[in-house]
């Protein structure tokens, strides 16, 4: 991703001012955080090696929209490009449901990926492979419905329909939770238009008392009511003591109040490259000069013992909000809103691609899915191509108008 980032940067010649902004403000956003993972790997006496994959889990989402944004795209191209992506989220549906009979039967099994698990479709097996790929099918079937108006109204509905049961059937309930919560945030956001906040909340109890019905009444969703135990969620309740356990574990780390600023430094705390990546890759790592820490093991070893931990990832300690902070501290914390709210600001072109990016924010309180490289360059994938298409709509409009204004004075 640098090296395509980088013959883009230096043969791109994009005049558009808007453009050229954009590609600014990212670039100096990805600056901001490569200082603060090597200051913070500098501080914590990190490996060289460590720094260099944080940054890339983190920073390469950001790397392919700067990318789509330098690109000089056309209409031919963007039509071929669009072809292509709709082919490989029909591939990675399909291959997921062809995965699910095959698991029941016992021909499909992958040692410590068997169950719903094994249902990762392209992802197959890359660890919870199910739900990066059923995340991928949900924000494509948006993304569809949205962009894809020369297809009828019956189709677009019917990939809808066809993500969400693929998000039954892969056992990926946390995507639903996740869209629920990104929509509220999405109406609390919209309060000051009271027309679409309108429009918003209706659409979300309509939604709400079918998906309710549906939990009440077909035996697909009684998946759903493992949740439903407030028991669990009380001030002392054994959710927060779970999802709470690697915060309680990083702040009893800290040695000096920089830590705070700089974290306990990159992959040395619950990232995916602290709970999982050094160790299924240390082979590889530990001869570059990798280190590690105790408390992604630590917090693995408490997932597999604790009882609601392994029974379901909602209540995972090992999540990415709390990976960046414990690893980079509010700096790296602060980096990373930074470039979040500039894919805010210039990709979230309409409500359905806003509520996809809230998303990928709520699945960070879920699981490590924002340092998933398949899942979030997909998303940066179908969040540059609206933006490419809004920007030559524009150049055109302006074309026609300057002709037209030329004509007038003819």
């Not at 249902?119 to 919870?128: D, K, N």
């Not at 995916?272 to 299924?280: C, Q």
């Not at 693995?300 to 931990?309: A, D, G, H, P, T």
Request: net charge positive; aromatic share 16%; charged share 10%.
């Amino acid at each position: 991703m640098p090296f395509v980032l980088g013959i883009v940067l230096f043969t791109s010649r994009a005049k558009d001012r808007n453009q050229i902004a954009i590609a600014y403000s990212f670039i100096f956003g990805l600056f901001t955080l490569l200082v603060v993972v090597f200051a913070s790997a500098l501080w914590n006496s990190t490996g060289l090696i460590n720094a260099i994959v944080s940054y890339m889990m983190l920073g390469e989402p950001f790397m392919f929209l700067l990318a789509i944004v330098c690109i000089p795209m056309s209409y031919q191209s963007i039509t071929r490009i669009k072809k292509w992506l709709l082919w490989s989220a029909l591939i990675n549906f399909g291959l997921a449901a062809a995965q699910k009979p095959l698991i029941d039967a016992g021909k499909l099994y992958a040692e410590g990926f068997n169950g719903t698990d094994g249902c990762g479709g392209v992802f197959f097996v890359s660890g919870a492979g199910n739900y990066i790929s059923a995340s991928v099918s949900v924000a494509f079937a948006l993304y569809f419905f949205t962009d894809k108006k020369t297809f009828p109204l019956w189709i677009r509905i019917a990939a809808l329909v066809a993500a969400f049961w693929h998000v039954l059937f892969s056992d990926s309930k946390q995507l639903l939770l996740a869209y629920a919560v990104a929509w509220v945030l999405l109406i609390v956001l919209n309060t000051k238009n009271l027309a679409k906040t309108i429009k918003l909340l209706s659409t979300i109890i309509v939604v709400g008392y079918a998906f309710l019905w549906c939990v009440q009444n077909l035996e697909a969703f009684a998946s759903f009511t493992a949740w439903a135990r407030p028991e669990l969620y009380g001030p002392d309740g054994e959710a927060w003591y779970a999802k709470f356990y690697s915060v309680r574990s990083i702040l009893a780390y800290y040695q000096s109040p920089l830590n705070s600023l700089f974290g306990l430094g990159p992959g040395h705390t619950v990232s995916r490259l602290g709970a999982w990546f050094l160790r299924d890759y240390w082979s590889i790592l530990g001869p570059l000069g990798a280190t590690t820490s105790l408390i992604g093991e630590q917090a693995i070893e408490f997932v597999n013992s604790f009882w609601l931990c392994y029974s379901s990832s909602l209540f995972s300690p090992i999540f990415g909000w709390a990976g960046l902070w414990g690893d980079l501290g509010l700096l790296g914390l602060g980096a990373y809103l930074f470039l979040t709210y500039l894919a805010w600001q210039h990709f979230g072109l309409n409500d359905f691609l806003r509520v996809t990016l809230l998303a990928v924010l709520v699945l960070g309180c879920i699981f490590t899915q924002m340092e998933e490289p398949g899942f979030m360059l997909s998303i940066a994938f179908m969040l540059g191509l609206p933006w490419q298409e809004r920007r030559l709509l524009k150049q055109t409009q302006r074309a026609t108008k300057s002709s037209n204004q030329k004509w007038v004075a003819t």
